[in-house]
């Protein structure tokens, strides 16, 4: 088994990669930075999107697995005191069983940003989001090619279900889970009066639909994907769809996605 973990560098993070590094040498875990099949991501929620862009080019042909030195995250469902565990089970030794994971997939979203100076692919693992940097962005929504909306407000927040949870739920957004393969569209402030419109909720798109967002003034915009910040200010348009990439977790015990909600949200 070729593995490699990425930590969050706060001191807790480090001391458990080391420890993770021993224990998995003690049981023949191979360390492959290059092409590892299961990657480790130890620290936080913000760690595993990190892990998730550090290895964005093999996402076929790898599984994450995450562990939280804090609360509770929705990517990371090991405690740090269960690391040898963890290795144990990777490693296949022990009374522990099934030695195989449960190989669980989420959609992602796949982004094109075409701006006046060119045209880039994206792909997330939570969400995009779209603000103005100097006030109201003005942009046109279109789904499927036909206009939706003219928008103005502070932004919009495109999602995937597994991140559907993280800043679409501040929005209002619903959560999704994610065997559903959907992208969520979620207003950030929108101005709604007698002359400005726009839907007010949130919508689910199906995977073979597609979102089309236009920049509609000349703007100073900022876009994230993720955790990454891209400042633009030549924008033309975002192509929004579900993409046809999954990301994949290994998973050694259940951990359903409602009961994660529960844990993280209410109990
Ligand atoms: P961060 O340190 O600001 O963390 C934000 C919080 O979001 C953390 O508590 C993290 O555990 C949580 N989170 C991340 N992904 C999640 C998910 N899929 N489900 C539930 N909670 C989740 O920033 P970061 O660690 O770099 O993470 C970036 C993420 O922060 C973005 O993808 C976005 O979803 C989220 N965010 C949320 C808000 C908001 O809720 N108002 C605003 C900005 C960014």
Not at 120 to 125: C, D, N, Q, R, V
Not at 183 to 210: C, D, W
Not at 223 to 229: F, K, Y
Request: one cysteine or more; a negative charge; aromatic letters at 8%.
């Amino acid at each position: 088994m070729r593995y490699y973990v990425l930590d969050r560098g706060d001191p807790l993070s480090i001391n458990l990669a080391e420890k993770f590094h021993k224990l998995a040498a003690e049981r023949d875990l191979q360390l492959d930075a290059k092409s590892p099949e299961i990657v480790i991501s130890i620290g936080g929620d913000g760690t595993m999107l990190h892990a998730f862009h550090t290895f964005i080019d093999q996402i076929p042909n790898l599984a994450f697995v995450g562990v939280h030195t804090g609360h509770l995250g929705f990517y990371a469902d090991w405690q740090a005191e269960e690391l040898s565990t963890l290795v144990d089970y990777m490693a296949g030794i022990g009374d522990i069983k099934p030695h195989k994971p449960r190989i669980v997939q989420y959609p992602l979203l796949e982004l094109e940003i075409h701006k006046k100076s060119g045209t880039t692919s994206h792909i997330a693992l939570n969400e995009f989001t779209l603000k103005g940097v100097d006030g109201t962005v003005v942009i046109q929504i279109d789904i499927n090619d036909v206009t939706f909306e003219m928008f103005r407000g502070d932004g919009i927040c495109i999602s995937t279900p597994s991140g559907s949870t993280a800043y679409n739920k501040s929005l209002g957004g619903a959560m999704v889970h994610p065997s559903i393969e959907a992208l969520q569209i979620a207003e950030i402030a929108s101005i709604n009066n007698r002359v400005f419109r726009t839907m007010g909720s949130p919508l689910l798109l199906p995977k073979h639909h597609h979102c089309d967002i236009f920049s509609r003034k000349e703007q100073r915009l900022l876009l994230t994907i993720d955790h990454n910040n891209i400042p633009v200010d030549d924008l033309i348009s975002v192509r929004c769809q579900v993409s046809d990439k999954k990301i994949s977790f290994a998973r050694y015990r259940p951990f359903p996605f409602w009961n994660r909600v529960r844990e993280a949200f209410l109990v």
